[in-house]
């Protein structure tokens, strides 16, 4: 089955900061992998998506840009961080024969 | 993509039965129905999903309606674990297919 390693659970960082949030993937080859974010009482947002290495599709226009180094990883980048960027981020995957999709247990990034 | 509506929230009560709805009237024919649950502060995990024929797995069970414009999803005996924000999502079967989320249910199950 798969798993996804998302790290840190919780980070705070100061508005102006760089951001970088790493997504590994085991369990699987060739996933197709996701960024969501979860701002406080909302729901799920489509940042990113990936359907192979260097292969990058964004959802919507913000701060933000994701990258794909290897097969299964997933990189979430800020060069500047605004308030807004706030939220629970959370990455992905959907991999081989599975219908379903894996997510990891995200991270709490609160901008201040 | 196709729009899924599901009512806000429900309650339930500990070990009754909990069905929860959704409608999908433009759903295409090549769309599956996915259902998700999210747990406070947890990412979503993957509960069922189907096509056309009803589907059970040892968490839920899926009733698909014939004409494919609602279903239902079906929990057997609610506990306190299973108090969630559940989500109906329809997703086509394309390779780089996507699960758009909505707001879906807030299911409180009390004692």
């Known amino acids: 089955s798969q798993t996804i390693h998302q790290w840190p659970a919780t980070l705070v960082q100061p508005v102006g900061s760089p951001l970088s949030l790493e997504c590994t993937v085991e369990?699987?080859?060739?996933?197709?992998l996701y960024w969501y974010r979860q701002a406080a009482g909302r729901g799920l947002q489509l940042l990113f998506y990936?359907?192979?290495?260097?292969?990058i599709s964004s959802e919507v226009p913000q701060n933000l840009s994701a990258s794909r180094p290897q097969d299964r990883q997933f990189i979430l980048s800020s060069k500047k961080l605004l308030l807004s960027d706030s939220g629970f981020y959370l990455c992905?995957?959907?991999?081989?024969?599975?219908?379903?999709?894996?997510f990891g247990s995200g991270t709490r990034l609160t901008v201040v | 993509d196709a729009k899924t509506t599901q009512p806000n929230s429900m309650e339930s009560n500990e070990e009754e039965p909990v069905h929860l709805p959704c409608n999908h009237s433009t759903i295409s024919g090549t769309d599956y129905i996915h259902w998700y649950r999210q747990l406070p502060s947890q990412g979503p995990e993957y509960v069922i999903h189907?096509?056309?024929s009803n589907v059970n797995n040892r968490m839920a069970s899926l009733a698909i309606a014939e004409d494919r414009k609602s279903s239902t999803l079906i929990l057997h005996r609610a506990t306190l674990r299973d108090a969630a924000v559940y989500y109906c999502i329809l997703r086509y079967t394309g390779t780089a297919s996507k699960l758009t989320f909505g707001t879906g249910t807030r299911l409180q199950v009390t004692l």
């Open positions: 990936s359907v192979g290495i260097g292969q």
């Open positions: 369990g699987t080859s060739n996933p197709n």
């Open positions: 992905a995957c959907r991999g081989g024969h599975s219908y379903g999709y894996t």
């Open positions: 189907g096509l056309t």
